[in-house]
């Protein structure tokens, strides 16, 4: 029988300094797990939060905790189910054409000076993905999502 797969993202909060990086994907290499995406969010006072999606047992997925939180580098790690209704992102597009109907609860900003509009989504993962696909539909490409951690 194989244990059933759930995506998640892991936010761990490390040391800016060299090696951090490459800590992190060491941990989730040596166990056969790769990434949906990786990205680096905020860094500042010589700390940064890695967003790491994946999918994995929820065993493995509390193992690869584990392992994270005994890294040197690591100062602490979050991790949470990618379908949790508190996971909230951003995504900025170029292209959107027309009127944008965003899912429940995602917010529409439009800015067109100096350059391509850019249009910025904000709001909980599961809509801003489906405003995405949307607009992808009708010709928008993704420049950017990035996944915000949990508050």
Known sequence: MTAVSTRWFAFVEVDDRAGASSALTGVFSERGVSFASISTLDVHDGR???????????????????????????????????????????????????DVEAGPGVTVHSHAAGGAPITMLAGPLTDVRATMADLRGRGAVVEALTVLPPR
């Open 48 to 98: 940064g939060t890695v967003c790491v999606e994946f999918t994995a047992s929820e065993r493995l997925a509390h193992v690869l905790v584990r392992t994270l939180e005994r890294l040197a580098v690591v100062r602490a790690v979050v991790l949470i189910r990618a379908d949790d209704a508190g996971v909230g992102a951003v995504a900025v597009l170029t292209g959107v054409v027309g």
